[in-house]
């Protein structure tokens, strides 16, 4: 599976943006997604996973971003969408899409595969 992010960029604070996860070479709707991020100096650490089919498409959140971002995907257009709405400064950081088969994982290790990342910058 290759993965490319796309959507990052500058917001102030209270702002959103919506990334995308694009897919291509396998069958998308099989692959469990997650997105990462990593600020300067911080290990990568898990924001958010859909399921694949197999999984029931469910949904997981880690609890900084409970209610402020929604993760989802289209699997008509292979591509996986997070948006983050009620940005904070603290939500900076290189944003990476990444997918392994049917269920999610919150541990880096277990994905398979990984987007280049999109930067994301929130101004106060």
């Known amino acids: 599976v290759q993965l490319v992010e796309s959507g990052g960029g500058l917001v102030q604070a209270g702002g959103s943006l919506r990334l995308a996860c694009a897919a291509s070479?396998?069958?998308?709707?099989?692959?469990?997604i997650a997105w990462f991020r990593q600020a300067p100096g911080k290990e990568r650490e898990f924001v958010t996973a859909i399921s694949g089919s197999g999984g029931g498409g469910t949904t997981t959140y880690a609890d900084f971003v409970k209610g402020r971002f929604t993760i989802s995907r289209d699997n008509a257009k292979n591509t996986a969408y997070l948006q983050m709405n009620s940005l904070k400064t603290d939500d900076t950081g290189v944003y990476y899409c990444s997918a392994r088969p049917d269920y999610y994982s919150r541990y880096s290790s277990n994905y398979d595969y990984w987007g280049q990342g999109t930067q994301v910058t929130v101004s106060s």
């Open positions: 070479g396998r069958t998308f709707t099989n692959y469990a």
